[in-house]
């Protein structure tokens, strides 16, 4: 795709200062510009970089003045920061609007489906879904029965969406994420071998809600697994059978929550944090990356470490901790010049 200055201008509310037919067809950082790309400049100490970068067309602020002469086109804007994230967010908008079915594909008979949807290549749906308007289905994805997905979701290359799901408006669910699959449960027998507890509940994702890739989200025994709207799933995250996970909670990588917790709205997850199962964690709780939670945590906890405690705790222990092979050699040497006393007094 090749843009004008005056184009991208005009999607910014934006001034052109320099050829406004300037044409670009890629982005780039302003350190690493060539020839067709489109860069900005935010951050003053990046500046140095606008005398000798080979980009075409920069955005940059409004009070934006050129100490020497410079060579792209200027785009001029309020804040050149925003303005470059709305210019992503459209050009994301435009490369993903596909529209249209590819062939092969299955499509069972009893599915509806909105309009200007886009079906990728071997892809599977199901009897009695439910798919919404402007609804994008990348290749090689499977769509459960009686599966529901909202108006404007994009399901990306190869997800695997089981029976019964539900998801919302507005969301992206990444390659690879397998949601609705069996829960964690098995009970042992008098032989103490496992059997498989049936897992008969369903998943349910609300709007605005965006899913990392190869994250799984597992089906509850009963009932429904929740992801609360507006949640935020970073890549390779694991959520057990009748999790609940409250609105607008982010969740870094790695991070695995065990069954039947419930995690409030607001909050703040780092990567490879692990918390236990049948917990009850309250709104706007941050918890630092790596941490073990096997309690119960109250609205606006911070914590850290495994098990985990308060996080001003855990820093002024942790001062300790680092000291300790010292603390530990004055305290032989204390013990050594004490037998020492003794024996002299003796």
Not at 116 to 137: P, Q
Not at 193 to 201: D, L, M, R, T
Request: charged share 20%; net charge negative; aromatic share 8%.
């Amino acid at each position: 795709m090749k843009f004008t200055a005056k184009q991208i201008a005009d999607i910014l509310n934006g001034e052109v200062e320099g050829n406004p037919e300037e044409i670009v067809s890629k982005l780039s950082k302003i350190e690493e510009g060539e020839n067709e790309s489109l860069s900005f400049l935010a951050n003053p100490k990046y500046q140095q970089y606008i005398y000798t970068t080979e980009a075409s067309i920069i955005i940059v602020n409004k009070d934006f003045t050129p100490e020497k002469e410079i060579k792209p086109t200027l785009i001029k804007v309020d804040d050149a920061y925003k303005s470059f994230s709305t210019l992503l967010e459209y050009y994301n908008q435009v490369k993903n609007n596909k529209v249209g079915r590819e062939a092969p594909v299955f499509i069972s008979d009893s599915v509806v489906i909105g309009t200007d949807e886009y079906i990728g290549a071997f892809s599977y749906i199901g009897n009695n879904v439910k798919i919404g308007n402007n609804v994008k289905i990348y290749p090689s994805s499977y769509i459960g029965d009686n599966v529901v997905i909202g108006d404007n979701t994009t399901i990306f290359a190869g997800v695997k969406i089981y029976s019964e799901s539900v998801i919302g408006s507005n969301c992206k669910i990444h390659s690879g994420c397998i949601i609705g699959s069996d829960g964690f449960g098995f009970a042992p027998d008098e032989n103490g071998e496992y059997k498989a507890v049936p897992q008969i509940g369903n998943v349910i994702i609300e709007d605005n809600v965006d899913i990392g890739s190869n994250s799984t989200i597992d089906r509850a025994t009963l009932g429904s697994t929740i992801i609360r709207k507006g949640v935020k799933l970073d890549n390779q995250i694991q959520i057990a059978h009748n999790v609940e996970i409250g609105e607008h909670t982010v969740i870094a990588s790695q991070t695995g929550v065990a069954g039947s917790t419930k995690v409030g709205k607001y909050c703040m997850i780092g990567g490879q944090v692990g918390i236990v199962g049948h917990l009850t964690i309250g709104d706007k709780v941050r918890i630092q990356a790596q941490s073990g939670i096997g309690r119960n945590l109250k609205d606006n906890d911070v914590v850290q470490g495994s098990p985990a405690f308060g996080y001003n705790d855990f820093n002024k222990s942790y001062v300790h901790f680092k000291n300790l092979p010292k603390t530990i050699s004055t305290l032989h040497k204390l013990e050594k010049n004490f037998k020492a006393q003794n024996n002299k007094d003796e």
